[in-house]
């Protein structure tokens, strides 16, 4: 008997279990996941275009192309939450953005090697970084100022205080002027 080599029982054993482990990798378990009230989880099928775009998917590509059209003109409101009034109104060259969008990332991970690597997406100069490239080109996320330039070519940075209400619009408003009434007292 050769004992270097398998023998057909010890291979069909081996290929039997290696089938059983497979088999029960099922992607789909028949299980369901269950609240402590013992509510089930429910999926649901969304429609689609013809061209399987959800209508979330197209809304969010349509925006994406109006944004980056070249020449775009919008018109920025700064809207008072007390009054309802317009308390800034200017033209936009291109499109508002947050004061923490950025080009890069700004986190970076060690590449490591061998079986303990910590995986990322491809930064600067090889290294690796957690953040995900978002659909505008930009890495960061919205934060609590925004800046733009006008028709006049004029930059513009706003902070957010006091819960203003911004609108952005391809399109003028009509809107009613505001009068911002300041009183102090001296001593």
């Not at 919008?74 to 060259?93: A, E, F, M, N, R």
Request: include cysteine; proline fraction near 3%; aromatic fraction near 8%.
């Amino acid at each position: 008997m050769n004992t270097s080599r398998p023998s057909r029982l010890s291979m069909l054993i081996l290929t039997v279990s290696a089938l059983c482990m497979l088999a029960s990798c099922d992607d789909n378990p028949t299980t369901s996941v269950t609240s402590s009230s013992g509510v089930n989880k429910q999926v649901t099928q969304v429609a689609t275009d013809s061209n399987g775009w959800t209508v979330e998917q197209k809304n969010v590509a349509e925006r994406l192309k109006i944004d980056n059209a070249p020449g775009a003109i919008k018109h920025l409101y700064i809207i008072s939450p007390y009054s309802g009034q317009t308390l800034i109104y200017c033209t936009v060259k291109g499109k508002v953005t947050s004061g923490g969008k950025r080009l890069t990332p700004t986190t970076i991970v060690a590449g490591g090697g061998g079986d303990f690597r910590q995986t990322g997406f491809d930064a600067l100069g090889g290294k690796e970084t957690t953040e995900v490239l978002q659909d505008d080109g930009t890495y960061g996320s919205s934060c609590e100022y925004i800046y733009w330039w006008d028709t006049a070519g004029k930059f513009h940075q706003h902070f957010f205080t006091g819960g203003q209400i911004i609108h952005v619009s391809e399109q003028p408003l009509s809107v009613k002027g505001v009068v911002i009434n300041i009183s102090g007292t001296q001593e």
